[in-house]
């Protein structure tokens, strides 16, 4: 072939973009609406935190500061709690199909508002704004939907037994969704019947505050919502709080772990969605061209700030060098940089603390042993980058293939058989998603029952969807997020 009908060599010849051709910039500028200071919203009404500390919100992309944050300290949580206790009796006897007008309610106000949200997801996250408005926002909202369909019907929701509410619950998100996580807890918890005081991620605080508005102007009825903001310790007393009949937690298996020790030995319900070190595995006959997009939206999806990512690639033989030589020229052509350009594919790394985690784990793959391949990128010169990074000569035994980076970082694999890519897919601590590339449905089939992940998806990745329950086996927690499982999740038997 002349070197200009491949890749590689129309790649040389300059006939793909990327690192070759310049785009022009395509900002996103809707107003964000942002204040300068967000203070606690307990009882339906934003308040300053007893401590009168706030602490900083910054954009990622530009290490420039968004906000104030209030503090939320022992007094503020108990004032939460305490909100939300009184609510409860009143929310729970509020008949199923007027809780869900509520719902319907904060659904559409959130469409209504969705480029701003948008907007102001990606300054205080750094996800490309591509992905906050056409993921995380209608995403979010479509959970609110989702479950103000379900709160007239609960009588459906476990046939042949009655269920009610638990009472007040406490929830603990991450940052790498933090509306859509905030969704995800809020809408079944409420359409239930149940009452919550939520604490968003210290650096991803504003669209949760400003969903508080969106309450706010649905009427919802005070302290039936409340949100705590703060770091690591406001989360320990929002989980650690005896007036919580149920605590639901998102987040890292370490924190995860600590939580259920401080609460071992109360009779507190709990739901922990944890971390995760998904295989993506693509099979001789799978669909390569559509493997290998497959691929990179497992993996550099949100920066690879994603629980379920396709962090370790397990290939079959036959097709590895294939593979890997199309997934490096695509790869290629990924741009990297200001996230509020629509035509970014990677953001910017949430934090400095979480960059130098993905640098960390990065460096001990290359002293491994592994080989490292980052295409030639540009990255800006402030803010927190990462170029989309490849490992290949990867074993089971290395730290990038056993550790979760939750960064733009893929551990390259290989096999020969079905039953060494299953063995390889399962070696691991965690288990919440998986994914297979083959043509054969049979296969898919056998996959699905012995990968021991939460979800699998078969000649897809990352889909996601209200109504179909998401969570973890092993060390990635337990109970369920989302469809009549979740809501399960959330009531006990009347
Ligand atoms: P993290 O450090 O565990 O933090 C999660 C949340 O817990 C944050 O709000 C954090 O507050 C808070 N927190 C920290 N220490 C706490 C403590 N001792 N008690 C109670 N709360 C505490 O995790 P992360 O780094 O933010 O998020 C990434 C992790 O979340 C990854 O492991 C990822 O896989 C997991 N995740 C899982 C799912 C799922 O559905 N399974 C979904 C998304 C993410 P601060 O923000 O102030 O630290
Ligand atoms: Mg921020």
Request: glycine content about 10%.
């Amino acid at each position: 072939m002349p070197p200009s009908t491949t890749p590689r060599g129309r790649a040389r010849a300059g006939l793909i973009f990327g690192d070759l051709w310049d785009f022009d910039p395509a900002p996103e500028t809707a107003d964000p609406k942002l204040k300068e200071r967000y203070d606690l919203f307990i009882d339906g009404r934003f308040v300053r935190p007893r401590s009168g500390r706030y602490f900083d919100s910054i954009n990622p992309a530009n290490e420039r500061k968004l906000a104030d944050i209030a503090l939320a300290g022992t007094a503020d949580v108990d004032a939460a709690y305490a909100a939300a206790a009184r609510a409860f009796r009143p929310w729970a006897a509020t008949p199923g199909r007027e809780r869900g007008k509520y719902l319907f309610r904060i659904a559409r106000l959130l469409q209504d508002r969705a480029r701003e949200f948008a907007v102001a997801e990606t300054m205080d996250g750094g996800k490309p704004i591509r992905e906050s408005r056409d993921f995380d926002v209608p995403m979010a909202a479509a959970h609110f939907f989702y479950h103000a369909g379900w709160a007239d019907k609960l009588e459906y929701v476990a046939p042949g037994r009655a269920v009610a509410p638990l009472g007040v619950v406490g929830q603990v998100i991450p940052w790498n969704f933090p509306l859509l996580m905030l969704a995800w807890k809020l809408a079944p918890a409420l359409a239930m019947g149940n009452c919550v005081v939520l604490k968003p991620a210290e650096t991803t605080s504003i669209t949760a505050l400003k969903l508080a508005e969106i309450l706010q102007d649905a009427g919802l009825p005070p302290g039936v919502a409340n949100f705590v903001t703060g770091a690591g310790e406001t989360g320990a007393l929002v989980m650690g709080h005896p007036g919580a009949a149920k605590v639901a937690f998102t987040g890292s298996t370490e924190v995860g772990k600590a939580i259920m020790r401080q609460l071992a030995g109360t009779d507190r319900r709990m739901t922990m969605e944890l971390g995760g070190k998904a295989a993506n595995i693509v099979f001789d006959d799978a669909p390569i061209d559509q493997a290998v997009e497959g691929i990179v939206d497992g993996i550099f999806f949100n920066q690879g700030h994603v629980c379920c990512a396709g962090s370790r690639l397990l290939v079959h033989e036959p097709v590895a060098d294939r593979v890997i030589s199309k997934l490096k020229d695509r790869i290629r052509v990924l741009r990297v940089g200001d996230p509020l350009d629509k035509n970014t594919d990677l953001g910017a790394i949430n934090s400095k603390a979480q960059l130098a985690t993905i640098r960390r784990l990065v460096a001990a793959g290359v002293r491994e042993g592994a080989v490292l391949f980052q295409p030639p990128c540009r990255l800006p010169e402030r803010g927190f980058y990462f170029p989309p990074t490849l490992f290949t000569n990867v074993t089971q035994s290395h730290r990038i293939a056993r550790e979760e980076i939750f960064g733009p970082v893929l551990a390259i694999l290989t096999f020969r058989t079905v039953d060494e890519a299953i063995e390889k897919a399962n070696n691991t601590p965690y288990g919440l998603s998986a994914g297979v590339w083959t043509d054969k449905g049979s296969r898919i089939l056998r996959m699905s029952t012995e990968l021991k992940a939460g979800v699998v998806w078969a000649n897809t990745f990352n889909r996601f969807d209200p109504s179909s329950p998401f969570g973890g086996y092993k060390e990635s927690g337990f109970g369920r997020e989302g469809g009549r499982q979740g809501l399960l999740d959330y009531s006990r038997r009347a």
